[in-house]
């Protein structure tokens, strides 16, 4: 069965650096998500990506926070200067239209 | 700012209870999906209501979407130590770019042997 895959799993970084998280969608979806949910809290909608473009964000998706599909398979969200507040499970979702979004597992990214 | 509020948001139930969990909001939706979340995994679709008033089984659980599209409710008969994990609700609206979802809080649900 088709699914959302996520790499890597768990990512430790250093407060100020620079980190990508990747995501393969599934391969005829069309619209691509990333959420985020901080331990103990609930899923947080961060950015919504179609036809190559932002086509939604919400406030926590500032400018340290990019996105980029750089192929036809990988999806990918960078923070420029990571955070300790950036510290949290991130889900990458994908979908075809207005139907039923499937999540993958999530990268946990811990900011020391 | 569109909100989904579920309740309760803690449950911890023998096995054999029936028990159920509500999602409700004051916007309308264009379809409400229910999620199971284990920890340390990412949400897992359970089902997807789509039209008001809409009923759907999955063995022991009934979800159902209010005929005004504004709430929904997963009922679960006979509940077992399997079903625990995190139950979450989350609402979608049609739009030209897909449309994101709005999550609830989640329910957290103990099933005690």
């Known amino acids: 069965e088709p699914e959302v895959t996520q790499t890597p799993s768990h990512q430790v970084t250093q407060m100020g650096q620079e980190v990508i998280l990747r995501c393969v969608p599934i391969s005829n979806h069309l619209y691509f998500y990333w959420y985020r949910q901080i331990l103990g809290q609930k899923v947080e909608f961060l950015v919504s990506f179609y036809n190559n473009e932002i086509s939604e964000k919400s406030e926590i998706f500032d400018d340290q926070f990019s996105v980029e599909r750089p192929d036809g398979s990988n999806f990918t969200l960078k923070i420029r200067s990571t955070k300790l507040e950036d510290s949290a499970m991130y889900f990458c979702?994908?979908?075809?239209?207005?139907?039923?979004?499937?999540f993958g597992q999530g990268t946990r990214l811990t900011v020391v | 700012t569109q909100l989904l509020e579920q309740s309760p948001q803690f449950l911890s139930i023998q096995e054999g209870e029936n028990l159920t969990v509500y999602c409700n909001s004051s916007?309308?939706?264009?379809?409400l999906q229910w999620y199971r979340q284990e920890p340390g995994e990412g949400p897992v679709l359970l089902v997807t209501?789509?039209?008001?008033?809409e009923v759907k089984k999955l063995k022991r659980l009934t979800f159902q979407f209010g005929d005004a599209r504004k709430d929904s409710s997963l009922h679960i008969t006979a509940a077992q130590p399997g079903d625990t994990g995190l139950y979450l609700c989350a609402g979608g609206k049609r739009d030209n770019q897909g449309g994101k979802l709005i999550f609830g809080q989640g329910t957290e649900l103990s099933v005690k042997p």
């Open positions: 916007s309308v939706f264009s379809s």
């Open positions: 209501v789509v039209t008001g008033g």
């Open positions: 979702a994908s979908r075809v239209r207005n139907t039923e979004a499937f």
